[in-house]
């Protein structure tokens, strides 16, 4: 359904189990199966009215302090009633009041964070099925048989959803291969007796950081090699983090084969990385409706095309090396 | 590499630094590179040099004044924090 026989990918696991909040939070509403609406995850009895016998013991208690034993025993058991029937009015105000202040809230952080990332087009990037990750993923793969690169635009000019564009970049894929890769680390680093939790927060920082120093990297190159493509800023943050799957398979393998394994894999995500880049970049760079410029523009497009697809295997193997030390492997 | 978001945030510093440090006059028109010498015929495409030209100088001069509140508050938590 969503990807061939017998191809289980660690991030698509992750990504299952993760995906319905992502959608919640972030997919277009014209979606498959998933709703706009959350998904209840546990009964809300906040808002459901007292059982019934608080009232009698209320009255009783409330005007009869030294009674018989029987109410004396009641009492204990309604004390722990008491209270919640006592406050219930007031907490529902206090609720109406919270709820009231969360959607403030949630109003003024949508606008002051809208005013530095376009959160509708951050949207964009995560409007995605199962389909299209099963696709995305076999493609990152083994992209060697594909042969349409091209994307498609809709009337006004952007390009169409990736739910229906198999060659649209989207920020699902980076982010949930991120995460796992992370994951991934900590695991290998378990197996190697150099685990602590702190060697995850490093990690991520650590991937993180190299992450921005390549965009930083790119984007300059871009502005001083003036090349006005189509490539918005975060299709190139999708595109930087297309390897990280690459590197989860590299850091499994190594896992499983050792150095042998390790080396192939880089070797073989490497060339499947620098080639998926080079087609798809091709397509964005270089075929820009710029008539005047296209003798300049494609000697520097391809220079930079090369080098953006250059940089990515160096970076899978700079980020992934330290991990699999393969001296101290305790069996 | 134990990388921190302190660290990326101090290299990016120095590095600005660094831009901000070549005076126009003494340095950058003695190399070729200032900006009263450029080549720009009103072409469509400024061409790398004059690119790279630009860039300083608007670095230089936008990152004038938050690069001194930037510098007095990295020195600051230097002093303090060791």
Same mark, same amino acid.
């Given at each position: 359904m969503d990807a061939p026989a017998g191809f289980r990918h660690p991030s698509q696991k992750q990504g299952r189990s993760r995906s319905a909040k992502s959608h919640r939070g972030g997919g277009t509403a014209a979606g498959g199966r998933i709703q706009g609406g959350p998904t209840q995850l546990f009964d809300d009895t906040? $808002?459901?009215?007292?059982?019934?016998?608080?009232?009698?013991?209320y009255d009783t208690t409330g005007a009869e302090p030294g009674y018989d034993t029987s109410v004396g025993m009641a009492t204990p058991g309604s004390m722990s009633n008491v209270p919640y029937s006592m406050n219930d009015p007031m907490a529902n105000m206090a609720m109406q009041y919270g709820a009231s202040l969360a959607g403030q809230t949630g109003e003024m952080l949508e606008k002051n964070v809208d005013r530095f990332i376009s959160v509708s087009k951050l949207k964009?990037?995560?409007?995605?099925? $199962?389909?299209?990750?099963?696709k995305k993923l076999a493609l990152l793969s083994f992209p060697f048989t594909h042969t349409n690169w091209s994307?498609?635009?809709?009337?006004?000019?952007?390009?169409?959803?990736?739910?229906?564009?198999?060659?649209a970049p989207d920020l699902y894929i980076p982010v949930m291969a991120f995460v796992t890769y992370l994951l991934v680390a900590g695991y290998v680093l378990g197996t190697q007796n150099r685990f602590d939790p702190e060697q995850l927060g490093m990690q991520a920082s650590s991937g993180l950081i190299w992450l921005v120093i390549e965009l930083a990297i790119i984007v300059l190159s871009l502005y001083i090699m003036n090349l006005? $493509?189509?490539?918005?800023t975060l299709d190139l943050v999708a595109? !930087?983090?297309?390897?990280?799957?690459?590197?989860?398979?590299? /850091?499994?393998?190594? /896992? !499983?084969?050792?150095?042998?394994g390790y080396y192939i894999?880089? /070797?073989?995500?490497?060339t499947c990385i620098v080639f998926f880049l080079m087609k798809t970049l091709k397509v964005l760079i270089l075929s820009e409706a710029n008539p005047h410029s296209v003798v300049h523009g494609r000697?520097?497009?391809t220079y930079i095309l090369v080098f953006i697809a250059a940089m990515q295997p160096l970076f899978m193997y700079w980020l992934t090396s330290h991990l699999s030390t393969f001296k101290e492997k305790i069996d | 590499m134990a990388f921190t978001i302190y660290s990326l945030f101090e290299a990016v510093l120095l590095c600005i630094n660094g831009i901000a440090i070549l005076h126009e006059e003494r340095f950058l028109n003695r190399v070729g590179w200032g900006s009263n010498q450029n080549i720009g015929g009103f072409g469509e495409e400024p061409g790398m040099k004059s690119q790279l030209i630009n860039l300083i100088r608007s670095v230089r001069t936008?990152?004038?004044?938050?690069?001194?509140?930037?510098?007095?508050?990295?020195?600051?938590?230097e002093l303090i924090l060791g």
């Open positions: 906040s $808002t459901q009215p007292p059982p019934q016998p608080q009232p009698d013991y964009y990037y995560f409007a995605v099925d $199962t389909a299209y990750v099963g994307i498609h635009y809709n009337n006004q000019d952007e390009p169409v959803a990736p739910r229906y564009e198999i060659n006005n $493509t189509q490539l918005r595109f !930087c983090g297309y390897k990280y799957v690459g590197m989860i398979m590299i /850091l499994l393998s190594g /896992l !499983c084969f050792n150095s042998l894999m880089l /070797l073989y995500m490497g000697k520097r497009g | 936008v990152m004038r004044v938050p690069l001194i509140i930037l510098n007095t508050v990295t020195i600051f938590f």
